[in-house]
């Protein structure tokens, strides 16, 4: 269980609310951009993608780098539920916008994947195991 106030970071835990932002807005784009690129092949897909792209990093997260926990899972989930997130946006931006959208999708992602890194080193740092 986590000790930490609500809003303090965990000891050890750099503060990535910077990266949080870009993060964030990144998944926004995944949520709407995934579902709009499956659409028009299927409409149970492009549901199920809202479920999944929403609902599973919901679900699974390491303890220390959200305050509810539901699912504990090693920190190292935690980096491919962020990295199918980031794939998703860009990916699914290409085949659903224009161009210039889709480029400033890759651009986003590009910028929110260099901020993760810190967050991902002290994810995966003192072997940090579910529960």
């Given at each position: 269980?986590?000790?930490?106030a609500?809003?303090?970071?965990?000891?050890?835990?750099p503060?990535?609310?910077?990266?949080?932002?870009?993060?964030?807005?990144?998944?926004?784009?995944a949520?709407?951009?995934?579902?709009?690129?499956?659409?028009?092949?299927?409409?149970?897909?492009?549901?199920?993608?809202v479920?999944a792209?929403i609902?599973?990093?919901?679900?699974?997260?390491?303890?220390?780098?959200?305050?509810?926990?539901i699912?504990?899972?090693?920190?190292?989930?935690?980096?491919?539920?962020?990295?199918?997130?980031?794939?998703?946006?860009?990916?699914?931006?290409?085949?659903?916008?224009?161009a210039?959208?889709?480029?400033?999708?890759?651009?986003?992602a590009?910028?929110?994947?260099v901020?993760?890194r810190?967050?991902?080193?002290?994810?995966?740092?003192?072997n940090r195991?579910?529960g």
């Amino acid at each position: 269980m986590n000790n930490a106030a609500v809003g303090e970071t965990p000891p050890g835990r750099p503060d990535d609310r910077a990266a949080s932002v870009l993060r964030f807005a990144t998944e926004l784009v995944a949520w709407v951009a995934t579902p709009w690129a499956l659409a028009d092949r299927s409409w149970q897909l492009a549901a199920l993608s809202v479920v999944a792209l929403i609902g599973v990093p919901t679900l699974f997260s390491t303890p220390g780098d959200k305050t509810n926990v539901i699912i504990a899972v090693p920190g190292w989930i935690t980096i491919l539920l962020v990295l199918l997130q980031l794939a998703a946006a860009v990916v699914s931006s290409w085949l659903a916008w224009p161009a210039w959208a889709a480029v400033s999708v890759t651009l986003l992602a590009t910028a929110a994947l260099v901020s993760e890194r810190p967050r991902w080193r002290w994810l995966v740092s003192a072997n940090r195991l579910a529960g």
